[in-house]
């Protein structure tokens, strides 16, 4: 693997593509930075960060040196395990 595509796939994006902002998955980088990830989720990125230090929610997350990253398909994973319905229709 060259350096740049190196470089881009440790920020989490595919080589020769930029991450863009949509409702679904696609676009995103398969490997988010906590600010991606909050805005991904519509959370805080001080929220993700009580989430792993008080373990209130099990939503995993990679550590590179100080950084930390979430993974898109652990992400949209977490947001289907915590559907929730009020019984008239089936959400699953």
Same mark, same amino acid.
């Given at each position: 693997?060259?350096?740049?595509?190196?470089?881009?796939?440790?920020?989490?994006?595919?080589?020769?593509?930029?991450?863009?902002?949509?409702?679904?998955?696609?676009?995103?980088?398969? =490997?988010?930075?906590? $600010?991606?990830?909050?805005?991904?989720?519509?959370?805080? &990125?001080?929220?993700?960060?009580?989430? #792993? +230090?008080?373990?209130?929610?099990?939503?995993?997350?990679?550590?590179?040196?100080? =950084?930390?990253?979430? $993974?898109?398909?652990?992400?949209?994973?977490?947001?289907? &395990?915590?559907?929730?319905?009020?019984? #008239? +229709?089936?959400?699953?």
């Amino acid at each position: 693997m060259e350096h740049e595509q190196f470089s881009e796939w440790m920020k989490g994006t595919r080589p020769g593509a930029a991450a863009s902002c949509g409702a679904s998955g696609a676009g995103w980088p398969a =490997l988010m930075s906590r $600010k991606q990830a909050a805005e991904y989720l519509g959370v805080k &990125e001080q929220t993700l960060a009580c989430w #792993a +230090t008080t373990k209130r929610y099990a939503l995993p997350y990679v550590k590179i040196g100080r =950084l930390v990253k979430y $993974k898109r398909e652990d992400l949209e994973r977490f947001i289907l &395990e915590n559907r929730f319905s009020d019984g #008239a +229709t089936d959400v699953r």
